[in-house]
């Protein structure tokens, strides 16, 4: 796992816990749509990330496989979708996260009444 994809993953959950938590005051519609930007720019640089390193590997072994160069040639479609939908990924996260943590606010409620 590469830290744009761990920074993906881990910053609409810190956010909304922040907001759900009372530490952070902003709307939440500031949140999820800054998320929305940053989300889209991690989902790109992820799949660059992969790209470069797999391109970097291609590139230092001196016999490299069939499916090794396979893969390298079939990026096309990745990119091309993290350029233009990589937004709908952090869209779908973001509502994920949202359910997962007003969910969990709404547990930790019950039980401690």
């Not at 993906?8 to 800054?34: D, H, M």
């Not at 790109?44 to 590139?59: A, C, K, W």
Request: aromatic share 16%; charged share 15%; with cysteine.
């Amino acid at each position: 796992m590469d830290l744009y994809f761990a920074a993906f993953l881990t910053i609409p959950l810190v956010l909304l816990a922040a907001k759900e938590l009372g530490w952070l005051r902003s709307s939440i519609w500031l949140i999820f749509f800054v998320y929305i930007v940053v989300g889209w720019l991690l989902v790109y640089l992820s799949v660059e990330s992969y790209q470069r390193s797999l391109d970097n590997l291609v590139r230092n072994t001196p016999n490299p496989s069939e499916e090794l160069l396979k893969n390298l040639q079939n990026d096309g479609a990745a990119r091309v979708f993290a350029t233009y939908f990589g937004w709908a990924h952090s869209v779908i996260y973001f509502w994920i996260s949202y359910c997962v943590v007003k969910a969990t606010s709404v547990i930790i409620k019950m039980r401690s009444n």
